[in-house]
């Protein structure tokens, strides 16, 4: 394991337990905002990943073991495990972004800008979403069983072209306006019409099609 390596496992296990811990003390007489700030913040592992040498330790040791461990804090957890992050939200949420976060590791492990781009959709634009719609959502609707808000996928629009513009620029990629702008609207499209926490894979591999397609 090379050390670059090493130093990605460290600061991505430190940067996790941090948020979690703040999420679970610091902020957890708000558990809706707390899953959300736990949602959003685990996205800034995206500037992590240019340490990592390795592909089968970006993905099996860095992102895979999240699966296990949010599936165990979920309600489905046969430890049953009370935890108010999980039991705020949609059970499994948190098992699909860990699940999109290692899928895209395996897969782009050499274009990490590719990575990020599926990170910040799932975490920044979803999370915002879902922020904004709960506190601020007037404008309701209901597509298939999920009631969401016309403010929450507004948010998620205008966050995402910031978002994936810097995450482009974090990387050293062209920047082009006009695939920002497309791939923040698929991602909004399809994060407003997938149900059930199910938004952290569509969301995330709508936004990373969409900019492939478009950077062929």
Known sequence: MDN????????????????????????KKHPNFSRKFLHIMV?????????FQSRWVMAFLAAAPFILLT??????????????????GHGLGLVYYAISWTVLALIFFDQPWIIGVGIAAMSYGDG???????????????LTGDTKSLEGSLTMFLVLICTVGIVLAYYAVPIQPMVIVSVAL???????????????ITACFSAVITYILLTL
Do not use: C, H, Q
């Open 71 to 88: 599936f165990l804090i979920s309600p489905y957890s046969p430890l049953k495990i009370k935890d108010r992050i999980s039991g705020s």
């Open 186 to 200: 698929v991602a909004t499209v399809f994060e407003a019409i997938t149900p059930k926490g199910l938004d952290n």
């Open 4 to 27: 670059g390596d090493i130093i990605g496992l460290i600061l991505v296990y430190a940067y996790v337990i941090l948020i979690l811990v703040i999420s679970e003390r610091v902020l």
């Open 43 to 51: 996205g800034n592992v995206l500037f992590i990943l240019p340490l």
């Open 128 to 142: 915002m979403a879902s922020l904004v719609g709960m506190k601020y959502g007037k404008i309701k609707y209901n």
